[in-house]
């Protein structure tokens, strides 16, 4: 503060008496933003207090000091700020003596020290499976900091308790790592200048199996697995081993070694190993499909297992003829609507082992080839097909030693349909030689699981009686009508009824009910449906996926073979929503005759 050479008595006298005329004004700016470095601060004065007489006051900043005082201008000295952080402070101009009524204020503001702005904390941070707190270290060269958990955090609380980082978690009940996210902003949210993420990273739990016989209740050429672990089964039994119509009890297998052939995930299947008759493995937790083999003494296949892992739960749907059937696609990773892990693996009709599906969502072509598929070392292995215009391959033996390969029958095609030749062509090869034989009308035979069936145990090919209800006539059903504002369906009679479910409850079929293909009725009565994704098929001629309607078309085999000779047919549940030039052509057709060198999705029934 300085006084200039005057009693203050007398100034305060006169400037009271003159109050009303007294002003303080500054000649310049009234805000001023400084550099961190040493500075001098000049401000003019203007004033027109009795002998211009007037004070200051810095605000009790300690950092601002006084160089020189004038009549008409006070100069500053700034320190410089070694803080990274800004400083503030408002200098009062008073006409008289500090506090006087009449003032004016000039407002500074220095920028803090010109450091790199940081904070130290871990990159990331591990905690434990089971429920607990852990504490993180957080420093900064801001001052203060703030955390946000940022992403998967129900299962995680933080709190900032004595200048750490404090969080707590649950319990992790899965065998899944978990994964959170936290943010830490310096040296707030609403003002950060730098921040940082924390990846938090919660141990998986750890569940010890017991080794799982596979085949300790039935044998088949399907296993489901359904967690990480250590597995078995059988392998000198070809399927489950029966005789059924049309096809004799199959001999005993002798293998000498086990080969894995293909599996969906790296490393989904490990440490196979053959010993006294059963073929073990160690399974991931990772949700796919494989196929694992048994090798002879010359090391070629001898039989295959197809190993499913779903990572949705099989559940049993009664359907209106009273059998039960599976709630998704053989081969399938769950039933999600819209989404190819639904679509589930592809069969020539009558073989037992699985081809793999498409993975492109439009019409393939013959370029088009189905998802990668790895072996034991985790390189890729090509799904194979047969030399289109040769026959040596369509054999049943050539079938069975070389489960990853696509049987054409283009060379043939002319005399059938079948990826057999017609020597070796066979009606019973999944259970049910006489599935295309009407009584009374009806489909009434429904067959048995054949050594060659795909399904797991307790489950088979589902028969043309499980699929006849979903059309009104049992036949092939096509809709007209406006795709948005309604579709009406018809048969060869007239409009028909179809079991397809009206998805968004709105009173008609429209496009909003097809999800990726159709929910059908089971049994409407009961309120039982099932969604069929359209997973589309191998084309026989080609043994690929050339024109593969992925969406668009849906083709379901049953265990019934055509009864008309060199035909090559067989029944399938079928229905598409475009055709090849995509037009739309929307059909329903619970009873189709498709080309058994075709590959079709699979839904299996209970036994």
């Not at 310049?28 to 004033?47: C, D, M």
């Not at 160089?67 to 100069?75: E, F, N």
């Not at 900091?145 to 992403?151: K, Q």
């Not at 707590?168 to 003002?191: F, L, M, Q």
């Amino acid at each position: 503060m300085k006084r200039f050479a005057i009693l203050a008595a007398i100034a305060s006298i006169l400037l009271s008496c003159t109050a009303k005329e007294v002003t303080i004004s500054v000649d310049g700016p009234k805000e001023y933003a400084l550099s961190a470095s040493r500075v001098a601060l000049l401000i003019r004065v203007v004033s027109t207090a009795p002998n211009n007489y007037w004070t200051y006051d810095t605000g009790g900043a300690a950092w601002l000091s006084e160089a020189s005082v004038t009549a008409d201008q006070l100069r500053l000295d700034v320190a410089p700020n070694e803080s990274p952080l800004a400083r503030e402070a408002t200098v009062t101009l008073y006409a008289g003596e500090v506090g006087s009524p009449v003032s004016t204020t000039v407002f500074v503001r220095q920028a803090g020290a010109e450091v790199e702005p940081a904070i130290t904390a871990p990159d990331s941070f591990e905690i434990a499976a089971d429920a607990g707190t852990a504490q993180i270290d957080i420093s900064t060269n801001q001052g203060s900091w703030e955390p946000e958990l940022m992403s998967g955090a129900e299962w995680l609380k933080m709190e900032v308790a004595a200048g750490k980082l404090q969080l707590e978690a649950t319990a992790n009940p899965t065998e899944d790592v978990r994964n959170a996210r936290i943010r830490i902003y310096a040296p707030s949210k609403a003002a950060a200048i730098v921040f940082k993420d924390i990846a938090v990273v919660q141990a998986a739990n750890v569940i010890e199996y017991d080794p799982v016989n596979l085949s300790e209740s039935a044998t088949a050429n399907c296993y489901i697995i359904t967690h990480r672990g250590e597995y078995s089964f059988n392998a000198c039994v070809k399927g489950n081993g029966s005789a059924t119509k049309g096809l004799a009890a199959p001999s005993a297998l002798a293998p000498s070694g086990v080969r894995l052939v293909w599996q969906t995930v790296k490393d989904m299947i490990t440490d196979l190993q053959f010993k006294d008759g059963y073929i073990s493995f160690q399974a991931s937790k990772a949700a796919g499909s494989a196929v694992i083999a048994a090798t002879g003494a010359d090391g070629r296949i001898i039989w295959s297992w197809h190993i499913w892992h779903p990572s949705a739960p099989i559940e049993e749907l009664r359907n209106v003829t009273g059998s039960m059937m599976m709630n998704m696609n053989l081969g399938a990773i769950d039933c999600t609507e819209n989404k190819i892990s639904s679509h589930g693996m592809l069969y020539q009709w009558g073989r037992k082992d699985p081809f793999p599906y498409s993975p492109v969502s439009s019409n393939g072509s013959i370029a088009t080839l189905p998802i990668n598929v790895y072996d034991a070392s985790g390189a890729k292995v090509k799904i194979g097909s047969t030399d289109r215009y040769s026959l040596k391959d369509n054999t049943l033996a050539f079938s069975i030693a070389n489960p990853d390969v696509c049987i054409s029958n283009n060379y043939q095609a002319s005399v059938t349909r079948d990826w057999l030749t017609p020597a070796e062509s066979n009606v019973a090869l999944w259970g049910n030689p006489d599935g295309m034989v009407r009584s009374g009308g009806a489909y009434r035979n429904a067959g048995a699981k054949s050594y060659y069936d795909p399904c797991p145990p307790g489950w088979r090919v589902a028969s043309v009686g499980e699929y006849v209800h979903f059309s009104e006539s049992g036949g092939y059903t096509w809709a007209t009508g406006d795709t948005m504002t309604g579709l009406e369906f018809a048969d060869l009679g007239g409009p028909a009824e179809v079991a397809v479910v009206d998805y968004n409850e709105d009173g008609k079929y429209t496009l909003a009910d097809y999800v990726g293909g159709w929910w059908m009725w089971l049994d409407k009565k009961s309120g039982v449906k099932s969604y069929f994704p359209a997973a589309t098929r191998y084309d026989g001629g080609y043994a690929m996926l050339m024109g593969s309607m992925v969406g668009l078309w849906g083709n379901y085999w049953t265990n019934a073979a055509s009864d008309e000779a060199l035909t090559g047919g067989a029944a399938a549940f079928a229905f598409s929503l475009k055709d090849y030039n995509l037009e739309y052509q929307i059909t329903v057709s619970p009873v189709s005759n498709g080309s058994r060198a075709d590959a079709y999705s699979v839904r299996c029934i209970k036994e």
